[in-house]
């Protein structure tokens, strides 16, 4: 990276659009209401779709009868998994999706076997939702129920075990290490089944043609993800399946998966209607993929200097009815803010009969940073240091291996944490009884995978940027940003829009917080080559050679004559009668995202009658390389604080006896509510990404990784009490309180 | 040209797809109800708009009150003239659109002065249809009736006169000219305002979003057209003005006007909701533009071998209330078929209180050769010659000039009219009184724009072809197929969309026959693009240099190393995993696309009671280049003459006393139905056009023009009756019979 790179990243350096706080481009749609969500479809000759879901955790399937279902008024049609043409060995193959389709084919209609309580069945296409959820049940299933699979204590890796897989990263010497070592840590923790908590439930509609065509208006992080699943699992072309990507409330990684498309597909194609089919609350709490609970072990040494001498993780993620947690996520993180030379790290993906897991938002990330920032802190209280000394003390640098062994390119974590240090919240007196200030840092590494954009210049000056990627967040505006800037335009004279699988080049999904930074790396490359073409506009009209054309703040000049002078838009004005409209379509590989950095402080004060935890003041850091949108920026880190916080304290599935989710309500899961949150002040570091032109880093997904273990330190600084297992429930951590008192 | 070209245009030549009948991609959508039309819109909130029009065919508005109608419960807004920035002179200055803007303002809403009966005044906003027509008629307007204009004789072109412009051809020298004819033919002709006969009536829905952005759902032929008289009438800039195209129900030229969109705009922003304003069939005839009504003065001379001497045109067609009657149609047309040395043509623009005519299909073109036609069939018969051996005697050929002075391209006019003289039907025995034979030929000349197009490879190895050119014929088939030919495809694996003015470059109307010639030269140069890369990524994956690969018949060799071959599809399966996918953008300039002729041949037989017109037997003739999909050419040439003998034999708007149109349904105004019609027989000829790859010319509208003449013809065979005046209603024929009687 260059030193001028470095400087203009400063936020208030060279850029006249980036780094500004624009309006919003999807706004005023979503305040107004008029944005138009799954659910939001109509069309005539519509049809309802409901799924019948398994009692049971886990049965055989020995026969399935609809036909009293079917016989029913205003029912069109019916669909087991018998309908999909993967599960009936009809696929085609292609594009290597198939075995994961596969999997996902059961998971969306079960095949043989029920493998967790709310596992989808069968589903009925009808005249209304009501008579469609009659019917469901008027669906007799004759089951034959197994044993019941939790998630076990991992250490049974046979054959015949749940373990589905296992991963193993280490370096250097841990045994050697820990000899190293004048302080050892060693704790066992937890962490159980959550919800990403978005608002929208899954909603799907529809519509196979007679001529075999398949269109699809969906909630979804990814339309392109949806074509190829659901082509798989009907076993026709994707070129046959068209995904229409409606508004998305919320998916947090929980809608990279799919569950009613191909449903609502095969049930169309029954019944020649367009059938549209929407969760329940509770259906989306039964039937969809949470994030893994999970069980850690973490022993971390430190000699006296505080230099951690050796780090030994056993990571045990719960993947759900089918394998594929998120634990290597969890193995990559852990060690990401310390440079340690011996670390052991294996991680397992255990089966069981819960839901399939999905991903969430730094997915399998939060866990692990729990465990081993739980650990740091126990370290250096352990050693007399600061919790921050600790981490400054074993800071990784350019240059410095990842957890994966892959070189950090430029960093700077020592800024982050000094920042942290030094900021008025880390030294301010707590002022009372009861209350403690926690503090964790973390990392995430992120890859890519490029992305496409299509550019077109309207006749007034404006850009119209096409792409495939769905905007979760704001990214409408923050690649449209990034496309203003080399254009030398307002933000809001680039009008993105998000198209159909149809109308533009094959798109990533919206996950791994790479959309700002690789849609934003296509919209620059396609501005770049609207400015080459504009040049030669210029240049044709002023009848001089381009490369005597110049650009810059938005006016073509001729470097030659002074004289010639024209403004972006007006040459804009002038393209249609001096060859043609300007068009371009870019493909931009990826350049690697890179790591990102984000770190809390917060304080808390701890009701010893109820054991409620107040969060009293929290500080939220981020090195966000270029903050394109700061006010985004702090958006995407108190969202995703609050969302840490309910992890913490509250939010956890609760099964029944026979494995049946308890709390399928937004009143019985508790996500934190306003009232439950102070405000979260935000701090964003701008260390600029040598892999962005303009030094953006990824933003979405870390800051929520620092928040679990954060929260417990501060429970710990207020109560004296290691909460290992979350969330801190009031009544959890009543009963730590009583044990402790009981034990002094 | 060359050789091979030339060759390559038989049909059964070198094309695998082109040439084809391949099933319509968006026949199932059309036949099975499906496809979306304008009136399809629904969505949440959506009020419905209704206009007041004027009963009188020329006043003053002295005032408009719409206190009355605001009051009706369910009003939620009235619109008229003075809400259209462009008419309160706020109008933004950009893409010169503004003066025509103005125009079509006027048309959209009276300004001060009602132009036609059925001219619009305001509009209404309510909760229902019912509710705004009812609200319609409380709108208390307060008239002063002016003179009404007529279509005048034209001669009078003084200042005061009718006569908006006047446009002059010549060549040679006419009265030299007339000086050596042996037999001078001279006649007045007219035609009456017709209708396109669309099926679908105009349809719009607007929603303008408190952010300012407009958003239009319409029926139209030509979506950036909408946004830019859209954008101008409302004072907005282009890109704040999203037009979304619907499916249309028949255009033919009279859907690339605009009058609901700013109007359903208007009113949106008034009430906040979207609204939707659907017309009636009487106001499709009342508030439309329909085609010209024409007066025309025929002077015709040739020299006793059959050599065209002179020809003088005098033509005034009438534009209705406003300037720009199609006239310049007719005025560069009338003389294509004949290589003339001396010729005058004057044509005027004549206005009067009537509907502002639109474009009909060839615009201008039907009339002219109506009257050309007829005079060159009297000459003949005065000659005693084979009428289609005179047209042979003077037919032109390449190198010859167009009317308009331009060099004719490569054609073959002499095989088209040979294949008519020697066809079957030129010599089967009439058998019968009462009936006759009637031949015509037509030219017409076809600029171009150039167009875009963006392409898209999918990795099951089909491509997406997207587009902004409304497809009103077919057009979504014809121009896949030409990529498909080039990249080897089936023609069903280029699959079409027409999206949206945001997610497209600039694209022109669709009109002029163009979409097949110009989006498939966009199309074939987008095919190329991608074929190159391809290619490239071929020759990266084999490690070779890019010239080393070859791409046929959608196979990829090595010519260095024949084991390496990847078809099409299985290199489009690697392209996400080897650098991501490949997509461009390209904008194909215009080539011109050059000049068409058709010519008919028709028996009728006249039944001397009623005067009714029987058509015995029709063969079509065109010569279409390439045919692209020839079921589509037939469909184009049998639609064609089935308007052209409506026009002939039924069709007129008929005017009241106060210049109402008095037949405003399809009950009144007679277009023929299939018991009117024989099956028309075609017959394409296949003379390649230089200007394109694969030899496509332009097809969708010449082959109406010859019909009007040559029905005219076979009447005038049939009964020794020239009838100078269209239609040939048999009130009209009998009438002519009567007087003949009469003389003899």
Request: hydrophobic share 25%.
């Given at each position: 990276m260059t030193a001028t790179a470095r400087q203009e990243s400063k936020g208030s350096g060279p850029f006249k659009v980036v780094g500004t706080r624009t309006t919003r481009h999807d706004g005023v749609d979503k305040v107004t209401g008029r944005a138009r969500f799954g659910a939001d479809i109509s069309m005539s000759g519509l049809l309802h779709g409901k799924v019948l879901r398994s009692p049971h955790a886990h049965a055989r399937i020995r026969s399935i009868d609809t036909s009293m279902a079917e016989a029913l008024p205003g029912v069109k049609g019916v669909a087991t998994a018998q309908d999909f043409p993967i599960i009936r060995g009809q696929a085609l193959d292609f594009s290597g999706a198939v075995s994961n389709a596969r999997v996902t084919a059961e998971v969306i209609l079960a095949h043989e076997r029920v493998m967790y309580a709310g596992h989808a069945v069968a589903a009925v296409a009808a005249t209304s939702p009501h008579i469609a959820e009659e019917a469901t049940r008027l669906i007799r299933v004759d089951y034959e129920a197994s044993r019941v699979e939790r998630?076990?204590?991992?250490?049974?890796?046979?054959?015949?075990?749940?373990?589905?897989s296992h991963i193993q990263l280490k370096r250097g010497d841990v045994e050697q290490g820990f000899g190293e070592a004048e302080v050892i840590v060693e704790r066992e923790l937890s962490t159980q089944t959550i919800h990403q908590g978005y608002i929208e439930p899954f909603a799907s509609t529809a519509h196979w043609a007679p001529d075999g065509h398949v269109t699809i208006w969906t909630t979804t992080q990814g339309i392109f993800g949806v074509r190829a699943s659901t082509s798989a699992i009907l076993g026709i072309p994707e070129s046959m399946v068209k995904v229409i990507p409606m508004e998305v409330g919320?998916?947090?990684?929980?809608?990279a998966s799919i569950y009613l498309d191909p449903v609502a597909a095969v049930l169309s194609k029954k019944t020649g209607h367009p059938v549209k089919m929407v969760m329940t609350r509770k259906e989306v709490f039964e039937g969809t993929g949470p994030g893994c609970a999970a069980i850690m072990r973490v022993k971390m040494g430190a000699d006296s200097s505080g230099r951690i001498t050796a780090a030994q993780f056993w990571l045990a993620y719960q993947a759900g009815a089918f394998p594929g947690s998120s634990v290597s996520g969890g193995a990559t993180t852990g060690t990401g803010p310390y440079n340690i030379d011996n670390f052991l790290i294996d991680g397992y993906d255990v089966v069981c009969n819960k839901q399939k897991t999905s991903g969430y938002r730094a997915p399998g990330q939060c866990q692990a940073n729990f465990a081993i920032e739980t650990v740091i802190d126990e370290l250096a209280e352990r050693l007399g240091m600061d919790p921050l000394e600790l981490r400054l003390k074993n800071v990784v640098k350019e240059g410095d291996r990842m957890p994966t062994g892959v070189p950090f390119p430029y960093i700077d974590l020592r800024k982050l944490e000094e920042t942290m240090k030094t900021h008025p919240h880390y030294s301010a007196p707590l002022e009372g009884p009861n209350r403690g200030r926690g503090v964790a840092v973390a990392f995430r590494g992120h890859g890519g995978q490029g992305a496409p954009a299509t550019m077109n210049v309207n006749a007034d000056g404006t850009i119209s940027l096409i792409t495939g990627a769905i905007d979760l967040s704001g990214t409408r505006t923050t690649v449209a940003m990034q496309a203003a800037e080399v254009l030398g335009l307002a933000a809001k004279d680039v009008i993105l829009t998000v198209v159909d699988t149809d109308s533009v080049a094959q798109t990533g999904t919206t996950a791994g917080s790479r959309v700002t930074f690789e849609m934003g790396l296509a919209a620059i490359a396609a501005a770049q080559e609207v400015k080459r073409q504009m040049s030669a506009r210029a240049a044709m009209l002023w009848e001089?050679?381009?490369?005597?054309v110049e650009f810059q703040d938005g006016v073509f000049t001729c470097n030659r004559s002074p004289a010639k002078r024209m403004t972006f838009k007006e040459l804009a004005g002038r393209l249609a009668r001096s060859g043609g409209p300007i068009t371009c379509s870019v493909y931009a590989p990826s350049t690697g995202i890179g790591p990102s950095f984000a770190g809390n402080i917060v304080d808390v004060e701890i009701d010893p009658e109820t054991g409620k935890v107040d969060i009293l003041r929290y500080t939220a850091f981020l090195?966000?390389?270029?903050?394109?949108h700061p006010g985004f920026v702090e958006g995407q880190m108190q969202g995703a604080t609050a969302q840490g916080i309910g992890w913490a304290l509250s939010e956890e599935y609760l099964y029944t006896e026979e494995g049946a989710v308890a709390n399928t309500s937004f009143l019985d899961y508790r996500t934190p509510t306003s009232m439950d949150l102070p405000m979260i002040d935000t701090v964003i570091i701008q260390v600029p990404n040598p892999h962005h032109p303009f030094g953006v880093r990824a933003v979405g997904e870390v800051p929520i990784v620092p928040t679990l273990a954060a929260v417990a330190n501060a429970v710990y600084h207020a109560t004296g009490v290691r909460m290992t297992r979350l969330p801190m429930s009031p009544g959890a951590i009543l009963e730590a309180l009583e044990a402790k008192k009981a034990q002094e």
């Open positions: 998630l076990g204590s991992g250490e049974d890796t046979s054959p015949g075990s749940n373990i589905a919320g998916g947090f990684g929980g809608k001089v050679q381009p490369e005597e090195d966000a390389g270029q903050a394109v």
